[in-house]
């Protein structure tokens, strides 16, 4: 029973280049969230999953997107990184009033 | 003005002090109070949920005020284990199951 993992651990991209991180859960899990963490900011949300094909926007959903074709997987993809999103990103699951569950999270550098 | 603002230190303390941190909520329809902890570089794990009533869990105890919109955690008898930063967090109404996150408070525990 791993939890929740996240792929890749760190990663540093140029301006331009594009990426997906994963999320993946083995814990049934319907609710799934990704986070930006930055120094003087705390978690912000930028997307977020109620169930299998469905993904809402969250706080800060400007350059990013999501997808959640699998109930155990959720993706974070940028289409052209930017450094403003150089970040920790912390993914999340949740099971109804439950309490959140978190990923390792991935630190991501853009140059 | 933030939804979940937090005090965000450090606090410095000597080991076996008391510290106790607060926090303040704009949304009085806020449903769901919890305190998670995260250590540095590592992702927030649940600490504690906040009741209305009060709760305590060993050395930490936990309070909620509705009407002043405020939630306070106190650790008694400090150990430098507990130096962490934590994390105010609150179960806003709209949208459901999203939880918003306060910037953290650091703790610092000193021998």
């Known amino acids: 029973n791993a939890g929740v993992t996240q792929t890749p651990k760190f990663r540093v991209l140029k301006t331009g280049q594009s990426m997906t991180l994963l999320c993946a859960q083995d814990m049934n899990h319907e609710y799934m969230y990704w986070y930006r963490q930055d120094p003087g900011m705390g978690l912000r949300l930028i997307h977020y999953?109620?169930?299998?094909?469905?993904?809402a926007k969250g706080e800060v959903p400007d350059g990013y997107n999501v997808s959640r074709l699998k109930k155990q997987n959720f993706l974070l993809g940028l289409e052209s990184a930017a450094p403003s999103q150089t970040s920790v990103y912390f993914c999340?699951?949740?099971?109804?009033?439950?309490?959140?569950?978190f990923g390792p999270g991935t630190r991501l550098l853009v140059l | 003005r933030k939804e979940v603002e937090q005090d965000p230190g450090p606090f410095n303390v000597p080991e076996g002090a008391t510290v106790a941190f607060n926090c303040t909520y704009s949304n009085s329809a806020s449903q769901s109070f919890f305190w998670y902890r995260q250590d540095c570089r590592k992702e927030p794990k649940l600490l504690m949920s906040?009741?209305?009533s009060g709760n305590e869990d060993g050395r930490f105890t936990a309070q909620l005020n509705r009407a002043s919109q405020y939630i306070s955690l106190l650790i008694r008898d400090s150990k430098l284990s507990d130096s962490a930063t934590y994390l105010c967090v609150v179960n806003i109404v709209n949208p459901p199951n999203m939880l918003t996150f306060g910037g953290g408070t650091r703790l610092m525990v000193k021998p």
């Open positions: 999953s109620v169930g299998e094909g469905t993904t």
């Open positions: 906040v009741y209305s």
């Open positions: 999340a699951t949740r099971y109804r009033e439950e309490t959140q569950y």
